[in-house]
């Protein structure tokens, strides 16, 4: 869904996507008002380096007579190269006149109705409900165009196809094998723990980036006061271990590790290690934090959390961002923490939709500017002894984030990394696997992997989680995860969390297809699926860590296409009893919306969301749902209270504001039975006075109805309230809308003629307030 942000320009996209990631010049840019960068889409590497010594790690694989043969995993051998693509000529630079290409060589076009990669493209399925069954065709429809281009994009450049099994093998030969866990107790004398505290409390050697780089668990055992010992317990497989030493070692100068042979250290380690036992945290505390009775070390690290290997900490918060990316003043001497603050204010700032429009009117988007000054900030002389591995993390995840267009960005600022020396770690690559994951580029991720073995970096439960959300098709997902349970893989505590969050959907989809095949024959009705022992049953095999954001979001938006909304309730209140399991957003209440057709229950989830989880809001989506629910079912209060609320939140989308300007217009050809209600009471929606003052300013002589948008009145109000905010909660006030709302049907059904007092007090009132700072809530969860 759009969040009403249009950008200015149109970038060809899909010539970058098939670029892998590697040591490539700085790509071509075009030069735009000075010193701003537009992006443009780039041809292909030369196919022949594809083709070199150190490309080829891996590709001869053994074929596995268990794995899935039948028509819809089956993947075509690869093509012996042939004299009509040997004589391509060289690549074109716009992405249309490659494909014209590709299409018209083709010698079968009827290979291009099936794409190679049928394991990536997602499968339509039968829903109960024709809504979600037309959204799942959609749904892989799409898939398959984007699998089509691909492919397309392979044979025009003459490219290997790689597919799932190649890759899966590949994965299997260079990942470390995990035959036994290690718990050592590390030592640090007298001598070199107080050098140990302050390097441990670095920016990109704290004891978190090594649990998270390394995939362990390290806890504090002892500490006393400055000049004496620093003891710590690490845990993890061999492979972590040893990596955690090393790392620590650097930090310390000398240690003292012993292994602990104890039979029960799994229970004193139980906790943390496999998540089981009590869902108490290990508060590593920031710099310059108060600890009370403080017999601790206090070591810099990036929030408050589980200190698991899977668990990803913060640092920064999101905020609002209320001007340009470029008037953010950098830091007059550029150190290591400076660094990491402008490049955290650059990327960890949110610009309000309706400040695009005032603060960026021509030129380059928000967007483009962030990456441009990102880029800036990494290839400046004046920066480059402040470069953190951590602020490099961040930009990336950002540059990402923001889909495959600002991918030459990524791989200038990666490559200016490298130059500089940087201690890089498979976290980094883990950034564009999960970028390559999320385009399903089968041959990107392939190359990234091959990139990181030339590197000699190990393959971590992130790359295999990459690989798995990559999939789509169940059974392959299943023979997958077989294959890593085959070599070990499910017993180390990292890779059990991501198998269990991949699988978790599988099984639930599994059961839910059981239950209602059971049902079909029976005259009962159908209920729904005991989700309390679904979510007991998977946290006995892979452990409680499963169960996170995301993972809760696809189940509810799984229970909710089955239409099991009760099954989806219990879910949230399960969450709810269980503490910091999971913290729902708001994709969670959106997704709960989009499958729930009752507005009493709307109001209802929108009530109950806000007094458990405080930091759940609506946002534009959010709004922009509700309002179409209330313009379908002419609800004239209740679009009056979604349009105030959105106005003074500033989350109109330009979606939303579409559908609210259609209101305003005159003529014949608007007054449909659906518009003729909300048209009647367009005064009470918009405001009269606002609507005559508006109207009067545009056109003082005419006063032409047409030119009115949403978008003036939205200004109108904001103007108006300077700063207020409504004094009411919204959940409360749509359920006041909505009983107001079902008095106007009845009295219109009953053929009653509505007086202006009358009028009057059926409309809900909407009273403000000066916010306080109490009522600020964060943006994201703590």
């Given at each position: 869904m759009s ?6 320009w149109r970038?060809?996209t899909w ?5 892998e990631l590697s040591l490539?010049p700085?790509p071509?840019e ?6 701003f960068?537009?992006w ?7 196919p ?11 590709n001869?694989?053994?074929?596995d007579n ?6 819809n995993f089956?993947?075509?051998e ?5 004299s ?14 490659l494909l014209?290409q590709?299409?018209?060589r ?14 990536l493209v997602?499968p339509?399925?039968?829903?109960p409900?024709k809504?979600?069954?037309?959204r ?8 398959t165009d984007?699998?089509h281009?691909h ?10 196809d ?10 299997l030969?260079?990942t470390?094998s995990?035959?036994e866990?290690?718990?050592?107790k ?9 050098e140990a505290?302050?390097?441990?409390s ?7 980036q090594?649990?998270?780089r390394?995939q362990?668990v ?7 006061p ?8 690490v845990a ?5 271990v040893r990596d955690s ?14 292994r ?9 380690l139980?906790?943390i290690w496999d ?6 945290t290990l508060r ?7 600890i009370?009775?403080?017999t601790?070390?206090?070591?810099q690290n990036d929030?408050a959390?589980?200190s698991g290997?899977s668990?990803?900490p913060?640092r ?5 961002l ?7 003043t ?5 150190t290591k923490?400076?660094f990491q603050?402008y ?6 700032g ?27 900030a990494?290839?400046s ?13 961040m930009?990336?995840t ?6 495959p267009?600002f991918?030459p ?6 490559t200016?990394?490298?130059s500089?020396?940087l201690?890089?770690?498979a976290?980094?690559?883990?950034i564009?696997?999960?970028s ?11 190359s ?7 590197k000699?970096?190990?393959l971590?439960?992130h ?15 299943r023979y997958v ?11 180390i ?8 969050r ?5 099984y639930?989809e599994?059961a ?23 979510v007991?049953?998977?946290d ?9 954001t995301?993972?809760?979001n696809k ?11 009760d ?10 009893a269980h ?5 729902p ?8 919306i989009?499958h729930?057709?009752?507005i ?7 009530q109950?969301?806000?007094?458990r989880w405080p930091?759940v ?6 709004y922009?749902?509700?309002l179409?629910?209330?313009r379908?079912t002419?609800l004239?209060?209740m679009?009056?209270?979604l349009f ?5 939140d ?23 039975n659906r518009r003729f209600l909300?048209?009647?009471w ?6 009269k006075a606002?609507l ?14 047409v030119?009115v948008?949403?978008?003036?009145l939205?200004?109108?109000h ?12 919204i959940?409360?006030?749509l359920?006041?809308?909505y ?5 106007i049907h ?6 009653r ?9 059926l409309?809900?009132?909407i ?6 700072e ?5 943006l994201?969860?703590?």
């Amino acid at each position: 869904m759009s969040l009403g942000v249009k950008s200015l320009w149109r970038a060809q996209t899909w010539s970058v996507c098939i670029k892998e990631l590697s040591l490539v010049p700085v790509p071509r840019e075009q030069q735009h008002h000075d010193k701003f960068r537009r992006w443009m889409s780039l041809s292909a590497p030369n196919p022949s380096s594809r083709g070199s010594g150190q490309d080829q790690i891996g590709n001869e694989t053994k074929t596995d007579n268990n794995a899935p043969e039948d028509e819809n995993f089956h993947q075509e051998e690869e093509e012996p190269t042939s004299s009509s693509s040997s004589s391509l000529p060289p690549p074109p630079l716009t992405t249309r006149a490659l494909l014209k290409q590709a299409i018209k060589r083709e010698p079968n076009p009827e290979s291009l109705r099936k794409p190679a990669g049928l394991a990536l493209v997602k499968p339509p399925a039968q829903y109960p409900s024709k809504y979600e069954t037309e959204r799942s065709l959609r749904k892989h429809v799409k898939s398959t165009d984007r699998q089509h281009l691909h492919d397309l994009f392979s044979r025009a450049y003459d490219k290997p196809d790689d597919n799932w099994r190649s890759t899966m093998d590949f994965m299997l030969r260079h990942t470390p094998s995990f035959e036994e866990m290690f718990n050592l107790k590390v030592v640090i004398g007298r001598g070199a723990a107080q050098e140990a505290r302050r390097m441990l409390s670095g920016l990109d050697n704290n004891i978190g980036q090594i649990e998270r780089r390394n995939q362990s668990v390290i806890r504090f055992e002892e500490s006393f006061p400055d000049d004496e010992t620093l003891v710590l317990n690490v845990a993890g497989t061999e492979t972590a271990v040893r990596d955690s030493l090393r790392d620590i070692i650097k930090a310390s100068g000398q240690l003292t590790a012993v292994r602990i042979m104890d039979e029960d250290w799994k229970e004193k380690l139980g906790d943390i290690w496999d998540g089981s036992g009590t869902d108490e945290t290990l508060r590593l505390y920031s710099g310059g934090e108060v600890i009370p009775g403080d017999t601790t070390m206090t070591v810099q690290n990036d929030s408050a959390s589980h200190s698991g290997g899977s668990a990803q900490p913060k640092r920064h918060q999101h905020y609002v961002l209320t001007k340009r990316a470029d008037d953010i003043t950098p830091p007059a001497e550029w150190t290591k923490l400076s660094f990491q603050k402008y490049i955290s204010s650059l990327v960890y700032g949110i610009l309000p939709t309706h400040l695009f429009r005032q603060l960026y009117k021509e030129g380059p988007s928000h967007q483009e500017t962030v990456v441009s000054l990102l880029i800036d900030a990494f290839t400046s002389e004046d920066t480059q002894s402040a470069v953190s591995v951590s602020a490099l993390k961040m930009a990336l995840t950002y540059i990402h984030s923001k889909g495959p267009v600002f991918r030459p960005a990524a791989r200038q600022i990666f490559t200016q990394a490298e130059s500089l020396q940087l201690a890089l770690d498979a976290e980094t690559f883990g950034i564009f696997l999960a970028s390559a994951s999320r385009a399903r580029e089968i041959n990107n991720f392939n190359s990234i992997l091959r990139l990181m073995v030339r590197k000699r970096f190990h393959l971590q439960s992130h790359a295999w989680y990459a690989f798995l959300e990559m999939i789509e098709h169940a059974s392959v997902k299943r023979y997958v995860v077989g294959r890593m349970q085959a070599s070990g893989l499910h017993r180390i505590p990292t890779f059990a969390v991501g198998i269990g969050r991949q699988l978790a959907p599988v099984y639930l989809e599994s059961a839910l297809e059981k239950k209602k095949k059971a049902e079909e024959g029976t005259a009962a009705a159908v209920c729904d699926i005991d989700i309390g022992a679904f979510v007991r049953s998977h946290d006995a095999q892979y452990g409680k860590e499963w169960l996170n954001t995301t993972t809760l979001n696809k189940l509810l938006d799984l229970l909710g296409k089955h239409g099991q909304l009760d099954a989806c309730r219990a879910l949230l209140d399960l969450v709810h009893a269980h503490g910091r399991r999971a913290n729902p957003d708001a994709y969670t209440l959106n997704t709960m919306i989009t499958h729930s057709r009752r507005i009493p229950d709307h109001i209802a989830l929108l009530q109950s969301m806000r007094a458990r989880w405080p930091w759940v809001r609506p946002d534009a989506v959010t709004y922009h749902q509700l309002l179409s629910i209330a313009r379908k079912t002419r609800l004239p209060n209740m679009v009056r209270v979604l349009f105030r609320y959105a106005v003074h939140d500033r989350l109109l989308g330009a979606k939303a504001r579409h559908q609210l300007s259609t209101l305003l217009r005159d003529g014949e050809r608007n007054f449909s039975n659906r518009r003729f209600l909300l048209k009647a009471w367009e005064d009470a929606i918009f405001g009269k006075a606002e609507l005559e003052a508006v109207r009067g300013r545009l056109h003082p002589d005419t006063k032409n109805v047409v030119t009115v948008t949403a978008y003036d009145l939205e200004e109108r109000h904001v103007a108006q309230a300077k700063g207020m905010k409504p004094s009411v909660d919204i959940a409360t006030k749509l359920r006041e809308a909505y009983d107001r709302d079902l008095e106007i049907h009845r009295l219109v059904k009953e053929g009653r003629v509505l007086t202006p007092a009358m009028r009057d007090a059926l409309t809900v009132d909407i009273p403000l307030q000066t916010p306080g700072e109490a009522e600020a809530l964060p943006l994201s969860a703590p």
